[in-house]
């Protein structure tokens, strides 16, 4: 009878502790971001893209004034609006599916306050972000102290230091799987197969990078042996305008 107690007792601890601890673990919704998309990022279709790998696990709200601009310039006589306002809202639909975020239409009111207006009212009343393509709505955004998740600063962080026709040097380290080549890596790790550079094992030569290829493993880079090295300033210059390029589209 006392070893019946002695077991009850322990696993009523056991349970109390659990309970307890489990009433003190914050909530996953609670510690979750705020991010109100406006129309511009709907339809670009990036936002669908990126929840999909998991990397947005937060709630994503799209206020109704943006659905119903949508619907407006679906409704429109401009055909290409038309086309992109219909993929908007089937974006909007298809985020809805989404398993790894909180996607919710919120019922804001449909009077006549733009809807950029209306969407950094929201922001800022309810110390969320705002996911956006728009450059200029970014920049007002920012006066008014907003975060803002933009994809095309995204995929400016993200593209290649290397651009075609940037010369580097690179440490040869072995021959390729094809006789003729020869392989390096760059610093973080991407390997460099360099034409021609079978015969350089153990050297290190300049390259000219002529291309990338993604794989499910990764990138691997393409290049040949530089026959004449360029400044070094030039490819820096050259990356500087296509990154301010893609970051103001």
């Known amino acids: 009878m006392a070893f019946l107690i002695i077991?009850?007792?322990?696993?009523?601890?056991?349970?109390?502790?659990?309970?307890?601890?489990?009433?003190?673990?914050?909530?996953l919704n609670g510690n979750r971001r705020k991010i109100y998309i406006?129309?511009?990022?709907?339809?670009?279709?990036?936002?669908?893209?990126?929840?999909?790998?998991?990397?947005?696990?937060d709630n994503l709200i799209i206020p109704r004034s943006a659905i119903r601009e949508l619907q407006l310039l679906a409704d429109g006589k401009d055909s290409e609006k038309r086309a992109r306002a219909r993929f908007g809202m089937d974006v909007a639909n298809e985020l809805e599916r989404v398993v790894f975020c909180e996607v919710s239409i919120l019922e804001d009111e449909l009077d006549h306050t733009p809807v950029d207006e209306r969407l950094l009212q929201l922001a800022k009343q309810n110390h969320g972000l705002i996911f956006t393509c728009d450059f200029n709505l970014q920049k007002v955004a920012k006066t008014e102290h907003i975060d803002v998740l933009n994809p095309n600063a995204l995929a400016s962080e993200l593209r290649s230091e290397y651009l075609p026709g940037d010369v580097f040097e690179l440490k040869i380290i072995a021959?390729?799987?094809?006789?003729?080549?020869?392989?390096?890596?760059?610093?973080?790790?991407?390997?460099?197969?360099?034409?021609?550079?079978?015969?350089?094992?153990?050297?290190?030569?300049k390259v000219c990078f002529e291309k990338f290829i993604q794989t499910n493993s990764g990138r691997m880079m393409f290049a040949k042996i530089a026959k004449e090295a360029k400044s070094k300033s030039q490819p820096n210059q050259r990356r500087a305008r296509a990154r301010k390029r893609d970051y103001q589209k």
Do not use: H, W
């Open 175 to 205: 021959t390729g799987s094809n006789l003729k080549q020869g392989v390096g890596y760059l610093p973080e790790g991407t390997m460099v197969v360099v034409e021609g550079a079978s015969n350089k094992v153990g050297k290190e030569i």
């Open 38 to 57: 406006d129309t511009s990022a709907l339809m670009d279709g990036r936002i669908l893209r990126i929840a999909k790998t998991g990397f947005l696990g």
């Open 7 to 27: 077991v009850a007792s322990c696993i009523l601890i056991e349970t109390t502790f659990l309970v307890f601890r489990a009433a003190k673990k914050p909530s």
